[in-house]
């Protein structure tokens, strides 16, 4: 989509610190950081939001998953845990309208959340 800052960085246009990229799906570094290890998973394909998926996204969530937990093995923090977080909306905290998984771990998160 034009104007998405993460479809541009999906395609290339704008430089990410990557983890990993396969044709469905990019990994790279949060460029502000909230933990030790904060990285963020996208679709390369623009979805805005978590309420946009349907049924028919299962077998995406699904790899998403799995390199979550493959990408947080290699990153050292499978043993102490970590939190995967998907903002939604204007009250959900969500500053850019392309579908994100944040993955923090390093340390000890809190609940509540704020
Ligand atoms: P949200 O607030 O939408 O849940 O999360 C957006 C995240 O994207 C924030 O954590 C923010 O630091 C990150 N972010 C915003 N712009 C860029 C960028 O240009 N590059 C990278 N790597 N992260 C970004
Ligand atoms: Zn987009």
Redesign the pocket.
């Known amino acids: 989509m034009a104007d998405c800052?993460f479809c541009k960085?999906a395609a290339g246009e704008?430089p990410?610190?990557k983890l990993y990229e396969d044709e469905a799906i990019l990994a790279?570094?949060?460029?502000?950081p909230?933990a030790p290890v904060h990285f963020?998973v996208i679709p390369k394909r623009h979805v805005e939001s978590a309420a946009a998926l349907n049924e028919n996204d299962g077998p995406l969530l699904g790899h998403i998953y799995a390199k979550i937990a493959e990408l947080c093995r290699e990153q050292g923090v499978d043993k102490t845990g970590y939190r995967v977080v998907t903002?939604i909306g204007v009250h959900g905290?969500?500053?850019?309208p392309h579908l994100?998984f944040?993955v923090l771990g390093g340390r000890s998160m809190k609940w509540p959340p704020g």
């Open positions: 800052l960085i704008i990410s610190n790279f570094h949060d460029i502000d909230q963020l903002n905290g969500q500053s850019v994100h944040h």
